[in-house]
């Protein structure tokens, strides 16, 4: 019901923009978020935005590099990632949670996407 796009190979300092669709249910009262995971790591938190589209929220480790939004009329969540570092490799999965409000739990978002792989290359 959620499926991520946008992935891919880029180099350090680059740019990627990741979409995540909904199909079968509409999430416009949903809120949104991406999160990440690394091989032999845990998934981690990346951003979330209000089923409104804000209060966006970031993790520390990509605050001022990349930026949540979505658009409901087409039932999509973006995230825009710049200033790409190695240490954002990982598959990103889009998320939609029980909640309207923006959330970094994770135990609070009941769908998730497939995910799509980020590989940054120094």
């Known amino acids: 019901q959620l499926v991520e796009s946008g992935g891919g190979l880029v180099q350090a300092g680059g740019s990627l923009r990741l979409s995540c669709a909904g199909t079968g249910r509409t999430f416009s009262s949903d809120a949104m978020g991406w999160f990440r995971q690394a091989p032999g790591q845990e998934r981690e938190f990346v951003a979330s935005?209000?089923?409104?589209?804000?209060?966006?929220s970031y993790a520390d480790s990509v605050k001022g590099r990349f930026t949540i939004s979505r658009d409901n009329a087409k039932n999509t969540v973006y995230l825009q990632m710049s200033s790409l570092k190695p240490e954002d490799t990982a598959a990103y999965y889009c998320?939609?949670?029980?909640?309207?409000?923006?959330?970094?739990?994770?135990?609070?978002?009941?769908?998730w996407g497939q995910g799509t792989q980020v590989t940054v290359s120094s």
């Open positions: 998320a939609a949670a029980r909640v309207s409000y923006s959330t970094s739990n994770d135990y609070q978002y009941a769908y």
């Open positions: 935005i209000s089923w409104s589209g804000g209060r966006p």
